[in-house]
Nanobody, 116 residues
């Protein structure tokens, strides 16, 4: 089992920055990749960014150049640095852990609101 707890969400003006954190606990030695997804009102959940155990990264086209995903293996924590935020980035952001086999694990989500 893996438990994921997100933090760092909040309200920010357009052009601002936020850093999300996802602290993982439990048996995660078999986790292949971790990532961030988001879901805006009335829309489906979408991948924002992901990072594998080998530190390979993948980003949604809409956030490339603005968001950076990183992981601190010593702290079992994944971060999402979000810069140049736009109103369309407003969503609930979920941390995800994908094992080599079996179901994904999800955090409860943290709300990011970008508004003037």
């Amino acid at each position: 089992q893996v438990q994921l707890v997100e933090s760092g969400g909040g309200s920010v003006q357009p052009g601002g920055s936020l850093r999300l954190s996802c602290a993982a606990s439990g048996s995660f030695f078999y986790i292949n990749a971790m990532g961030w997804y988001r879901q805006a009102p009335g829309k489906e959940r979408e991948l924002v960014a992901a990072i594998t155990s080998g530190a390979n990264t993948n980003y949604a086209h809409s956030v490339k150049g603005r968001f950076t995903i990183s992981r601190d293996n010593a702290k079992n924590t994944v971060y999402l640095q979000m810069n140049s935020l736009k109103p369309e980035d407003t969503a609930v952001y979920y941390c995800n852990a994908r094992p080599y086999a079996g179901k994904d694990y999800w955090g409860k989500g943290t709300l990011v609101t970008v508004s003037s």
